[in-house]
């Protein structure tokens, strides 16, 4: 399968491409800066583009199969946050031209800052004020997805936080909505690898389920 990996030089972006080349996809990188990218495979074409900008996507969109996005964005807690919504329009902008239908993009658990209410007193008054920015820009996101973009083959992934580690062989679980929930109705778990988003994310290639939905994922 054709694969073109935006935010391919994050760290989970470097994952989603290492694992996506072990089985056997052709992987396109767009990246900004293609020396951060030291992968090498015969299977890899790096690329350099401009993610807030369709004119510079569209030929790269070209002939893909799926796009897969892992960007992300800083804090900004001085400023607002803005780059998911830009990017995902030129995105899906992009995309209408190329004639490509289907794209996988994370973001987080409680990206409806309110749907952290039952989480610990930690997420609760420290990282979701402190990311309080970033996780409403998702959202926004998010709806812009869910609301215009009804003739794209969508699927946003859900993480919590994430950890730098390789793919494990725990249990996966997934919810449809801002978190995975326990019998009790309160989040399973705070964190997951980043190699297990990745595979994830991988799953879904041939997958039907999740397909204009949003779905929270953990390990257990």
């Known amino acids: ?3 073109l990996v935006l935010g391919a030089t994050g760290q ?3 994952l989603l491409v290492r694992q996506a080349l072990e089985q056997d996809h052709l992987v396109r990188a767009v990246v900004r800066t293609p020396s951060k990218l030291t992968i090498r495979h015969d ?3 790096v690329v350099e583009a401009n993610i807030f900008s369709a004119d510079s996507l569209v030929e790269h969109f070209k002939e893909q199969d799926i796009i897969m996005s ?3 964005f800083p804090i900004g807690i001085i ?3 803005t780059g998911y919504t830009e990017s995902m329009k030129a995105i899906v902008a992009a995309m209408h031209t190329a004639k490509v239908n289907r ?3 994370m973001t987080s658990w409680y990206t409806k800052p309110e749907s952290a209410q039952q989480s610990s007193w930690m997420v609760r008054w420290f990282l979701i004020p402190m990311i309080r920015n970033v996780l409403i820009n998702m959202q926004e996101m998010e709806n812009y997805l869910n609301r215009e973009c009804e003739d794209l083959n969508w699927t946003i992934v859900r993480p919590p936080g994430l950890q730098n580690g390789p793919k494990t062989d725990k249990e996966l679980l997934t919810h449809e909505g801002y978190f995975v929930p326990d019998l009790d109705g309160k989040p399973i778990a705070n964190s997951v690898t980043r190699g297990d988003v990745a595979h994830f994310m991988l799953s879904l290639l041939n997958a039907d389920s999740w397909i204009r939905k949003s779905v929270a994922m953990v390990t257990m």
Do not use: E
Request: aromatic share 0%; proline share 0%.
């Open 103 to 105: 794209i996988i993009a």
């Open 1 to 3: 399968m054709k694969l």
């Open 12 to 14: 989970t972006g470097q």
């Open 70 to 72: 892992c960007l992300g």
């Open 79 to 81: 400023s607002g946050v």
């Open 43 to 45: 299977n890899l074409k």
